[in-house]
């Protein structure tokens, strides 16, 4: 197994984010939801100490990444005021920082200032599912040397699936990233800190979130990692019949496409078995006559 699997300490001179790559398979970002309406585990990991035993597992199971967030995303989902995601997600991010200096820690808010004391904590990665809508954001982020995931997403979580129809959905999310990052660089990012997500399961339909998943070699194209995070989705039960703690197979046989990206990153609620099939497939593709 990749030795970047760890947790331990980078490398003297090597930064946490800038020690992801390179590497032959994609990096594993885990999913810690400090909310109570998630809808995998929403209400789980409130707990201050039982998020941090998670939080261990998730990086003893293989995380590079531990993405914190304090606000669901889910369909439907009403926001959250940004006091409460502060008192769920800063916290969490100084005492995962304390115990694991060497991991690299992401905080998945759309919000300034939660962002802001997130990355004074010690988190690196701001992911943002509006695409950093609020103009601060791009700046602070710069500011900070940290990375930013800007991911596509129609309308808000209430609303995004009152909308799923696209005249050519790769073209339309692509064309909005490609904008996207072209403003995070312009506000000082590094291009290679500026990562793009394609937003399955915001705002698409099942044959949308297929297309996209079958076009990420495309969307890598646009010269940044590519995030993907198909983990437990609804698309998947309604290809598969499963319900939601039984999408593992369909979630990782939607991790193919990233199979051979030079830089991708794949967000997952089961770090343990998407590792192990991330390690044998990259093996296979290499193995291939």
């Known amino acids: 197994m990749n030795g970047a699997r ?16 390179p590497r032959p398979v994609p990096v594993v970002m885990a999913v810690l939801n400090r909310t109570p309406d998630s809808f995998s585990d929403g209400g789980r990991f409130l707990d201050d100490e039982d998020g941090l035993r998670h939080a261990e597992r998730l990086i003893a199971d293989g995380a590079d990444i531990v993405d914190i967030g304090g606000e669901s995303t889910r369909p439907g989902a009403d926001p959250v005021p940004a006091v409460a995601e502060l008192l769920r997600v800063v916290p969490m991010v100084a005492e995962l920082r304390r115990r694991r200096p060497g991991v690299v820690i992401s905080v998945d808010t759309s919000k300034f ?21 609020d103009g601060r954001m791009l700046g602070l982020v710069a500011e900070r040397g940290a990375a930013i995931v800007l991911m596509h997403m129609r309308g808000s979580p209430a609303t995004m699936q009152l909308d799923t129809v696209y005249s050519d959905v ?10 996207r990052a072209e403003a995070a660089v312009a506000a000082g990012v590094p291009a290679h800190r500026v ?15 297929l297309k996209l998943l ?33 999408r593992l197979a369909g979630s990782l046989a939607a991790l193919v496409p ?32």
């Open 6 to 21: 760890t947790g331990d300490l980078p490398q003297p001179g090597v930064d946490r984010l800038d020690g992801l790559w």
């Open 113 to 133: 200032e939660v962002a802001e004391a997130a990355l004074e904590a010690g988190a690196d990665l701001v992911n943002d599912v509006t695409a950093a809508a």
């Open 170 to 179: 790769v073209a339309e999310v692509r064309d909005f990233l490609g904008r």
């Open 195 to 209: 990562w793009i997500d394609p937003g399955i399961g915001f705002g698409k339909d099942v044959d949308g979130n």
């Open 214 to 246: 079958a076009a990420l070699p495309e969307l890598a194209a646009l010269g940044h990692p590519v995030v993907v995070g198909p983990s437990r989705k609804s698309f998947l039960g309604r290809l598969t019949g499963a319900p939601v703690d039984g």
């Open 258 to 289: 990233t199979i051979g990206l030079e830089r991708a990153v794949v967000r997952v609620h089961d770090p343990g078995p998407t590792v192990h099939f991330l390690e044998v497939a990259c093996r296979l593709r290499g193995a291939a006559p």
